[in-house]
């Protein structure tokens, strides 16, 4: 079954990993994605530990359903093998500071007039202007420059980096809506567009909530760890063999709660009778609660709230969670065999078309294992890659 971009080719010049999931989610649509890594190391995500087998997880994560083609955009050769890509390409993407993409010329200026319906997507750190545009950004980094680190973590003790990349991923995201905004656009306008996005304004935009309250209150949120600055009891807790997410977001689970638990005088305490009093006196709240909740292990709780009017969860890890039925059942946990590495497992599609499925086609591939079939199908013949590879441009 064809997937919804069927049709839409993608050139990926892009490295790490914001570029590369772009690339990846329009692939996994269905798009034909060709992935231009410089001959040699390749996308330095190819490096990255741990492994999976023999391939870095950061590669394996953000490359399935392309193909690589080695490509040294310095040299007027790849340049050259470039420009015949873009030829019949719909989409480019690179994540380039904006003063390289400049100096290697592949910019939207440079493509525009050549190629006028090449939609060019430009992920960048900081923008593309702007005092900080031409500094390197990394995940870690502009969760500290945006505040995300602030509100991350336990009151009293430092900020911590959030665990998931989120503001790699999340720039992927965004990029990913662009280009599809602009291939639909270009259906009424035969034009391409430049689509920019950056990990900054990716990750202040999914900081939406921790903005409008400090606009609201003219206060900086603060670190609260499990807790939640406007709802209680919402917090992790301590039970007889590990941990547990407990919330009761509404008065009626706030009295189910209660009622579980044994706590029956907590739903009259004048200290706790609205969610308002239950965040202003939270610390109280969540110690009477934690002291109860010790009592019994995970698998009791999850019995005895079962079925109530409770908001609950076991603090899984990864092993744990990508083991729960309910993972399985949505479909993902993708197994399937990999040409050198055996039986494989990969993180699923998690947006369902119904007639129009995401589909995983093509392993993530090795360095330059399509550069041959890529060149022939733009018209290169056998001495023309003998050229190219004499010269080192693939």
Same mark, same amino acid.
């Given at each position: 079954?064809?997937g919804?971009?069927?049709?839409?080719?993608?050139?990926?010049?892009?490295?790490?990993?914001?570029? $590369?999931?772009?690339?990846?989610?329009?692939?996994?649509?269905?798009?034909?994605?060709?992935?231009?890594?410089?001959p040699?190391?390749?996308?330095?995500g190819?490096?990255?530990?741990?492994?999976?087998g023999t391939?870095?997880?950061?590669?394996?994560l953000?490359?399935?359903?392309?193909?690589?083609?080695?490509?040294?955009?310095?040299?007027?050769?790849?340049?050259?093998?470039?420009?015949?890509?873009?030829?019949? #390409?719909?989409?480019?993407?690179?994540?380039?500071?904006? &003063?390289?993409?400049?100096?290697?010329?592949?910019?939207?200026?440079?493509?525009?007039?050549?190629?006028?319906?090449?939609?060019?997507?430009?992920?960048?750190?900081?923008?593309p202007?702007? $005092?900080?545009?031409?500094?390197?950004?990394?995940?870690?980094?502009? &969760?500290?420059?945006?505040?995300?680190?602030?509100?991350t973590?336990?009151?009293?003790?430092?900020?911590?980096r959030?665990g998931? #990349?989120?503001?790699d991923?999340?720039?992927?995201?965004?990029?990913?809506?662009?280009?599809?905004?602009?291939?639909v656009?270009?259906?009424?306008?035969?034009?391409?567009?430049?689509?920019?996005t950056?990990?900054?304004?990716?990750?202040?935009?999914l900081?939406?909530?921790?903005?409008?309250?400090?606009?609201?209150?003219?206060?900086?949120?603060?670190?609260?760890?499990?807790?939640?600055?406007?709802?209680?009891p919402?917090?992790?807790?301590e039970?007889?063999?590990?941990?547990m997410?407990?919330?009761?977001?509404?008065?009626?689970?706030?009295?189910?709660?209660?009622?579980?638990?044994?706590?029956?005088?907590l739903?009259?305490? $004048?200290?706790?009778?609205?969610?308002?009093?239950?965040?202003?006196?939270?610390? #109280?709240?969540?110690?009477?609660?934690?002291?109860?909740?010790?009592?019994h292990s995970r698998?009791?709780?999850?019995?005895?709230?079962?079925g109530?009017?409770?908001?609950?969860?076991?603090?899984?890890?990864?092993?744990?969670?990508?083991?729960?039925? &309910?993972?399985?059942? &949505?479909?993902?946990?993708?197994?399937?065999?990999?040409?050198?590495?055996?039986?494989?497992?990969?993180?699923?599609?998690?947006?369902?078309?119904?007639?129009? $499925? #995401?589909?995983?086609?093509?392993?993530?591939p090795a360095?330059?294992?399509?550069?041959?079939?890529?060149l022939?199908?733009?018209?290169?013949?056998?001495?023309?890659?003998?050229?190219?590879?004499?010269?080192?441009?693939?």
């Open positions: 079954m064809q919804p971009l069927t049709g839409i080719t993608v050139i990926d010049c892009s490295r790490a990993v914001a570029g $590369p999931y772009t690339g990846m989610l329009l692939g996994d649509l269905g798009a034909n994605v060709i992935k231009i890594e410089a040699g190391d390749g996308d330095e190819r490096g990255m530990t741990p492994t999976y391939d870095s997880c950061y590669f394996l953000s490359n399935r359903n392309k193909r690589s083609i080695t490509l040294d955009l310095k040299s007027p050769e790849g340049q050259r093998i470039l420009q015949r890509l873009l030829v019949d #390409a719909d989409v480019f993407i690179e994540n380039f500071k904006p &003063q390289t993409a400049a100096r290697l010329g592949v910019t939207y200026e440079a493509f525009r007039d050549k190629h006028p319906r090449l939609i060019h997507c430009s992920i960048t750190g900081f923008g202007t702007g $005092p900080m545009s031409d500094r390197p950004a990394m995940d870690a980094m502009m &969760q500290a420059y945006t505040g995300v680190m602030s509100v973590g336990e009151p009293g003790r430092a900020p911590v959030m998931v #990349a989120v503001s991923l999340g720039a992927a995201l965004h990029a990913a809506y662009g280009i599809l905004a602009a291939v656009a270009r259906v009424s306008t035969g034009r391409g567009q430049k689509v920019e950056s990990l900054l304004e990716s990750t202040i935009a900081s939406a909530y921790q903005n409008t309250s400090y606009w609201g209150t003219g206060k900086p949120p603060e670190r609260l760890g499990s807790a939640h600055a406007a709802m209680a919402l917090q992790v807790f039970v007889a063999d590990g941990y997410l407990i919330m009761a977001g509404t008065q009626k689970q706030w009295l189910s709660l209660c009622e579980v638990l044994g706590l029956d005088e739903s009259s305490d $004048p200290r706790f009778t609205t969610n308002a009093l239950r965040v202003q006196h939270r610390d #109280a709240l969540h110690l009477l609660i934690g002291g109860m909740l010790l009592r698998a009791e709780w999850l019995a005895l709230f079962a109530r009017d409770i908001q609950y969860s076991l603090v899984n890890n990864t092993a744990e969670a990508l083991d729960e039925p &309910q993972v399985l059942h &949505q479909g993902m946990v993708i197994e399937r065999p990999h040409p050198t590495l055996g039986t494989m497992k990969f993180t699923g599609f998690p947006v369902k078309l119904s007639d129009t $499925p #995401a589909g995983f086609r093509l392993d993530p360095l330059g294992q399509h550069t041959e079939e890529i022939r199908e733009i018209g290169c013949d056998t001495a023309e890659i003998a050229h190219l590879r004499e010269s080192r441009a693939i």
